[in-house]
């Protein structure tokens, strides 16, 4: 008896662990070109899928300098919709090339 309830308790963590959100990015880097920092600033569009079967949340995002924002719901995402993150950079004063990150953390 006590053999079975072990087997049925392992059953439910492994049905447990799989049903989980994950992350799929459509896009994962974006290049604007060459453009005027007197333009200001510039925005690149981030799409990402649910493709687990979990509601996915973005829990923080950040950026690797003062001059990138990223922005994004904090609505949980249903599996299998689309959402975007928005990552704007402030090119005023910021001449020459540059290589900007952004970091977005989630529940998966």
């Not at 989980?20 to 981030?46: C, I, K, M, Y």
């Amino acid at each position: 008896m006590k053999r079975s309830s072990l087997t049925l308790a392992a059953a439910l963590l492994t049905l447990a662990a799989a049903a989980q959100p994950r992350v799929t990015w459509l896009e994962t880097n974006h290049n604007f070109g060459a453009f005027s920092e007197d333009d200001g600033a510039v925005t690149a569009v981030f799409r990402y899928v649910n493709t687990g079967t979990e509601p996915l949340v973005i829990t923080g995002a950040r950026a690797n300098c003062g001059c990138t924002t990223p922005r994004y719901s904090p609505e949980p995402l249903a599996p299998g919709d689309t959402a975007a993150v928005r990552v704007t950079f402030d090119s005023r004063g910021q001449a020459g090339r540059f290589s900007k990150k952004a970091y977005i953390d989630t529940n998966t």
